[in-house]
């Protein structure tokens, strides 16, 4: 990420802030927990194949076709049954530390689960054909009833997590974790570093090539930015947390294997002011949107062909 000058001795919750105006995120060097991630790893994958018995058949799906309610939800939530081994996450001194300074004391977690990147050897052929250059490709639509408490990916474009939070103001951030080593093959996050200085936009986003691995975003009045994207790999325990309004995104899984991750929407709780105002007041854009994508129709189908995440 961009170098941060600190003063020497500067502490976590300082340089987390310093991250968060600078890039829009913070990168964890220290990793959690390795024994802890491969337990509940393993436990996760013993509640399922994560094979194309996932999924609908194309004659299932056609006859009752669903784009919205298939993701994960309380009482289908399959984190839910793994609650008592989060402690490894949610009480890491560390982790704590980032989220109090900038959420401060009493910070709500709005939502946690597993995520999931499907490769593409367990996505059926009919359906690989009927997704092709989707923005958005959350296979919960596709996957079987009983499997829908895990979000499955396969690939989504750059995109901002306000996407799912019309008329709320940025005032959270997600929390990332790997529970394995993830390579670039393993449909890694793909994070573009200071785009949150536009503030909040409408899916999809305005984005061109400005050399390699790097992005010239735009969001109308509200100006454009040079971005350099960073390709977030790591190690098991790796994690990383980032604003609500910083781009990211995936390309496929490639590997012969899932990618299976935690994801955490993360919340200012009662605290009246925390790290995150001073954060947001030197954004460029607007902190809440009144419309947050315009890539579905009415039923909740893909009505537009685009994905920029996959040129990169």
Known sequence: MNAMIQPRGASLAEQVEADFIANGAHLFDQRLEAGACERLLADIRATRRFDDSLFLSEAEFDADPQYTGVNPRPGRNLLEAFEDQLGFVERAPHIVEALTSLLGEGYEILNRKIVCGVPESSVPPWLRARILGNPVNNLGAYVRPEYRDITYFYGIDFHQDLIDYKDREADFLTLYVYLHPVTRADAPLYLLEGSHRLGGAVFPHDLTPAGPEAWTYANGAHGQVRVPQRVLTGDTGFA?????????????????????????????????????????????????????????????????????????
């Open 240 to 312: 990383a947390m980032w604003h609500a309004c910083t781009l990211h995104g995936t390309q496929p899984d490639a590997a012969d294997h899932e990618r299976i991750s935690l994801r955490y929407l993360v919340a200012r709780g009662a605290a009246v002011t925390s790290g995150i105002d001073a954060v947001n007041a030197t954004l460029q854009g607007p902190l809440s949107l009144t419309s947050t994508r315009e890539d579905l129709g009415p039923d909740g189908a893909a009505v537009i062909r685009q994905n920029t995440v996959n040129k990169a």
